[in-house]
């Protein structure tokens, strides 16, 4: 297992105040529906600035795996990373 990020800096921003409870509730079932799929991958939220910038935190076999939920889903993003922990 890797640790992904999905990196929203640009067209992939999300500021807090236009995420309605809809929008919320619309991407938790799509991404509840696909992890069905994928037993195997962790979804562990998604964190954003005021201004939208963003990072998803995912856990899952390889960053490709990471790409297809996220495109099945219709996120938008811009850039999708393997990290490693350091500290």
């Known amino acids: ?3 992904v990020f999905v990196m929203r800096y640009n067209k992939g921003k999300l500021p ?3 995420i309605t409870g809809e929008m919320k509730e619309d991407i938790v079932k799509k991404v509840e529906d696909l992890l069905k799929e994928y037993p195997d991958v ?8 005021e201004d939208g ?3 998803c935190d995912w856990e899952a076999p390889d960053v490709d ?3 297809r939920i996220v495109e099945a889903v219709g996120s938008p993003y811009d ?3 393997e990290v490693k922990k350091v500290l």
Do not use: C, Q, S
């Open 79 to 81: 850039d999708i990373v």
């Open 42 to 49: 962790k979804f562990n939220g998604l964190w954003v600035n």
């Open 53 to 55: 910038i963003g990072i």
């Open 1 to 3: 297992m890797v640790r």
């Open 16 to 18: 807090p105040d236009e």
């Open 65 to 67: 795996t990471v790409k």
